[in-house]
Every structure is written in structure tokens, then in C-alpha cells.
């Protein structure tokens, strides 16, 4: 891989980078010295820089590979074995860890059985009620989502602009998994979010796009504006009035 910063420059990957770490060392500090209604507030962008990284990872894993991961890898007779959240732990800085895994068997096999109840804190929302080594970070996966179901996908797949495009999204509390778990958000999953779902934040989620950038998606988000999120290529016309 060409190394860019000889020519004095950062890639925008670079700069991602660093803002991050910026970010994660704020994050850390001001929950110390503000109030319980602030620190609330800081507990939600603590998740947003934990989504900032998986879709950093995500974006990595596509520069190094040309695509996409797929949603799970499958087996010879296409039982699935692992998440792309295994899959993208290098980019996480958890590269000994992923060594440790056996990917040629199942995620919740015998011999991965200590992996899968370690936590990792990066897939784990602060706000979470949810054991230690569950998440409720999900991608978007389906024929026509950011992710592909069995199969990696090429950005030239994804018609739609990045910042209209969903890679990983907050599901609700109950439909938090194991982090290794092949188990994502469909259409399905995201549109049955609302007000009485039980979830982290009281008004809505977090979501990372697939220009690298986090938001906050109110819980009476238009469903319409919902599905031209998940969509890959509907061309749909946004209203910027719909997000926070």
C-alpha cells in the first residue's frame, strides 16, 4: 500500500484516523467533569465515536480488500460462521485477538467459546443495558442494503450518494446479539424501531453512513427516509429536515 504520508499528506482515511482518536480521548475526560444531564449527553456521543470506528474499519477493510465485506462467511454447505464484525477486528487495533479465532468453524463453536464471551468495548453502546459481549451495532444487509448477504460488495454497487447510505445502525435493546453472531438489521429490523422499542437513548439511534460519518436519527424518523437510507441505489431525495 502506497504510503502517503511521505508526500507530506494525509489520506482522508489518515485524518479519520486521528480525529477519532482525538475523539475517543474527549469522550473519556468530560464525563468526569460535568453533570448526570450532561454526562447522559456524552454517553450518546461515546456511542457515536464507537459507530465512527466500526464504519473507520469498515472503510479500511474496503481500501485493502476492493469490497465490502460480506454480512457473514459461510461454510462449504453455506451455514453461516462468522460476522464482519470478526472480520474487521484488525482495523479495531484487536489484530492478537483475531488470531485467535478459528475461522474455519462456527462463531459459536466449542473453541471459540472464550472469544465470544470476551467484551469488546468499541461494539458495546455505553447506554446499553445489554451484557458485556452482546451489541446491539448492526449492519444493513439485504439484496439492495450496504451489505450483501453471503457475498462481499464493490462500492460500484452502491449507486446512492455515501452520505445516504447506511452502513451500521443502533437496533433496539431486545434485538441486541453476541458480537461474533452472524445476526444483522434488515428492512424489517430498522422500520420496527419507534417509540416503543426499548433502546438506548431515549430518542433515538445512532448511525454511521457510508462517508465515515455519524448521526443521530430521531425515533419518528419518516419510514420513506428510512428505506432511501438502506437503499444502495433508489436515487431517493432526502430531507435534511428529517435528521438531528
Not at 131 to 149: E, I
Not at 153 to 169: A, F, H, Q, Y
Not at 177 to 201: C, I
Request: aromatic share 8%; net charge negative; proline share 8%.
Amino acid at each position: 500500500m502506497k504510503d502517503v504520508r511521505r508526500s507530506g499528506y494525509l489520506s482522508p482515511i489518515e485524518i479519520l484516523v486521528v480525529l477519532v482518536g482525538v475523539g475517543a480521548l474527549f469522550f473519556i475526560l468530560v464525563p468526569l467533569l460535568y453533570p448526570t444531564n450532561v454526562r447522559v449527553h456524552t454517553t450518546r456521543a461515546q456511542c457515536a465515536n464507537n459507530l465512527r470506528c466500526v464504519g473507520l474499519a469498515l472503510l479500511m477493510y474496503e481500501k485493502d480488500y476492493g469490497v465490502f465485506p460480506a454480512a457473514c462467511t459461510v461454510d462449504a454447505e453455506g451455514r453461516p460462521l462468522h460476522s464482519w464484525r470478526t472480520l474487521i477486528l484488525p482495523y479495531l487495533d484487536e489484530k492478537e485477538l483475531y488470531s485467535m479465532i478459528d475461522l474455519s468453524r462456527p462463531w459459536n463453536d466449542p473453541v471459540n467459546a472464550r472469544i465470544l464471551n470476551l467484551p469488546i468495548s468499541v461494539y458495546h453502546c455505553p447506554d446499553s443495558k445489554s451484557p458485556r459481549n452482546m451489541t446491539t451495532y448492526q449492519a444493513l444487509v439485504g439484496p439492495s442494503a450496504c451489505l450483501a448477504p453471503r457475498r462481499p460488495r464493490r462500492r460500484e454497487e452502491i449507486l446512492d450518494g455515501p452520505s445516504n447510505t447506511l452502513m451500521v445502525i443502533e437496533a433496539g435493546e431486545d434485538q441486541a446479539v453476541p458480537w461474533m453472531a452472524p445476526y444483522d438489521a434488515n428492512e424489517q429490523v430498522v422500520l420496527s424501531f419507534g417509540p416503543q422499542t426499548k433502546r438506548a437513548h431515549s430518542t433515538g439511534r445512532n448511525a454511521v453512513f457510508l462517508d465515515g460519518s455519524t448521526r443521530f436519527l430521531n425515533v419518528d424518523l419518516r419510514p420513506d427516509t428510512l428505506r432511501a437510507f438502506i437503499s444502495i441505489d433508489g436515487n431517493e431525495k432526502l430531507d435534511e429536515m428529517d435528521l438531528e
